[in-house]
């Protein structure tokens, strides 16, 4: 009784091996694929991480130029406070230890607490952007061993 879909056994061979070359086409779609993918993917990755720190950096700069600047200088050359735009302080504090810092300032001296937790302006999330600020400043900053006490042109005195 041949009533089936399938004529004959040549019909279903036929069709079957149809499906299979699809199947096939299939897979080597994907093998092909994802090694493209795997390739771009990382590029664009960094690409929003590094526009991220950017935007950050910029709301950064404003929160400086806002809260900082008075004491520390407009482009960190230092005032009342140390000059944090030197090659010696950003290289020895991490982005952790200014982030504590700023946030519950340095008692008895005029650097306040800057965090809402310790009854200062900042979020935490403006203290982060000001750190990354400051960080951006690092590939460009001058050396300059005497940052705490700006000013001094002397290298007699420590
Ligand atoms: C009223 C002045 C004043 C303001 C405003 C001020 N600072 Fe300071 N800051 C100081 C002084 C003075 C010191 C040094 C404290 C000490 O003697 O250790 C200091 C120290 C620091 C240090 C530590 C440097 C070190 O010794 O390692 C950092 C970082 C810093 N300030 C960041 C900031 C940031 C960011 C802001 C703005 C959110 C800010 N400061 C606002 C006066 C100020």
Not at 58 to 83: D, I, K, M, R
Not at 106 to 115: E, L, R, Y
């Amino acid at each position: 009784m041949a009533t089936g879909l399938y004529e004959t056994d040549e019909e279903l061979e036929r069709s079957t091996n149809k499906l299979m070359a699809i199947g096939f086409a299939l897979m080597l779609g994907l093998v092909l694929i994802f090694p493209l993918y795997r390739l771009v993917e990382p590029t664009s990755r960094q690409d929003e991480r590094d526009s991220q720190l950017a935007a950050l950096a910029t709301s950064g700069e404003q929160t400086w130029s806002v809260t900082c600047a008075s004491c520390h200088g407009l482009n960190g050359e230092g005032g009342v406070g140390p000059a944090l735009n030197s090659q010696q302080f950003l290289s020895s504090a991490t982005n952790a230890q200014m982030e504590l810092l700023i946030s519950v300032g340095v008692p008895g001296t005029q650097m306040a607490a800057f965090s809402q937790d310790h009854a200062g302006p900042l979020t935490s999330e403006q203290i982060k952007a000001v750190v990354t600020y400051l960080r951006s400043w690092e590939s460009t900053a001058p050396d300059n061993a005497n940052w705490r006490t700006p000013g001094s042109t002397s290298t007699t005195t420590g």
